[in-house]
């Protein structure tokens, strides 16, 4: 075989190891402590970005992080990357405050499966429904992980029915807890008959797997005592009225395993992590305007799901973070920018090794690098080794929160423009400038991130803003094929329409019954809650 022919064959190899996922789960279901045992499981080789809680590592904060700092949330992405049992684990951390969703949001798009946190005592709960629904938009592969069993938590047949119900997809138990809340003594897989038993207050190392092969075991039994029998019913029970697991049907977005255990105390978490990266997805294919990238083709491709700034104080710039899609990154490579059409050279794309940045040399698809951005990159770019095509998917949402932006100072209106714009682009915020009079309205996800924007613009462009009330209740993004009814509608809303940061026209709606009332009015023209590109 030829040595070009060999690299290629191992490169292959390096991508049917990739597993990309992020973890979705509700604030408080247990997300950063399990992502520390992941890590501490796979013994770290990559940060990107910071990890939230690690208030020692100053190095890779920016001055805007301050703001999180006072507030003590996280709104930074972080990629790490570490390797278990053969395989190169790539985690995307999401920002866990819930004004930060549209990034979170994004993150899933980048991603090939996803490990769902849910907090034992409280179920299903609001911030995962949502991110659920994102999921379902790609059918994205779940795994499911009931947390805090050293708690005492709800019956977990309760549990399996509610994400059944609550969540609309099959649940397929892979274990099934021995007690719960001191009484607690492990997990018993239903597919190996095995149990793993539990030794609490092991939470900050990687605790010896204890084993009992054989549920009718002595051992077993001795475990057990008076509640053996109890529990034989109990696991016939649970073998009958669930859904046994199916891999296709995993891997279909149609069926979630279910683990238990307790991320705290560090048990439970291996024996998932042993089976994800078993099932999990290598790099998948994705879709473009033109045709479908397979993940293993030679040429280069990847997108950019998020644009970060200021990570390092020390580099007064912004980062894009690439999700590679197919092919390999190598340092000092050409690549297409298609949006602009420009062939770019890069050579210093990053990673992040322990707060400090890393040249990457090389990187395969279901990996992500960070480019460094002087304003040319945009959400949801492509980048390719010279093909004209874009990749599908990467949404914009509609702002559930509007607020006119006005200067202090009217002399710095060029410097808020240029910051919005920039700041538009990152994904920050989104901004509207109104047809029909020179107002700027800036649009929101949650609110909070209002405070992040005023914050920066006087932190990074010297421009005082204040906010002042709007009355925009949505905005919906609006095309026609008919362009004679599209030009009527135009006319007839001219008051409502604004441009958007990226160039596209929307209709900024004062209440919902407007916005409704004028959808009926205009059948012909789309209104969208979402855009891409
Ligand atoms: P996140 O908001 O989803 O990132 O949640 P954290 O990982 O920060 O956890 C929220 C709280 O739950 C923290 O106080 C954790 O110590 C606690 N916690 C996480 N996992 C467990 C667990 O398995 N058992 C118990 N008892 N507490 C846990």
Redesign the pocket.
Known sequence: MSDSATQQRSVQQDIANRRTFA?I????????????KLILLGQLIQVAGTV??KKHDKSATSDWMSLEKERGISVTSSVMQFPYKGRTVNLLDTP?HEDFSEDTYRTLTAVDSALM?I?GAKGVEDRTIKLMNVCRLRDTPIIGFV?????DIRDPIELLDEIEEVLGIAAAPINWPVGMGSEFKGVYNLYTDTIHVFKPGKGSVVAEDIRIDGLDSDEAKALLGDEYDDFIDEIELVKGASHEFSLEDYLAGQQTPVFF?????N?GVREMLDDFVEWAPPPLNRETEQRVVDAKEEAFSGFVFKIQANMDPRHRDRIAFMRICSGTYRKGMKMRHVRLGKDVKIADAVSFLAGDRELVEEAVSGDIIGLHNHGTIQIGDTFTEGEEFRFTGIPHFAPELFRRIRLKDPMKSKALQKGLQQLSEEGSTQVFMPQNNSDLIVGAVGVLQFDVVAYRLKDEYKVDAIYEPVNVYTARWVSCDDPKAFEQFKRKCADNLAIDGGGYLTYLAPTRVNLSLTEERHPEVVFRSTREH
């Open positions: 973890i789960s509700h604030p408080d279901a247990g997300k950063t402590t399990i992502t520390e939230k809680g866990g946190v907090d947390n805090k069993m050293d708690r255990g307790t991320a705290l105390a048990f």
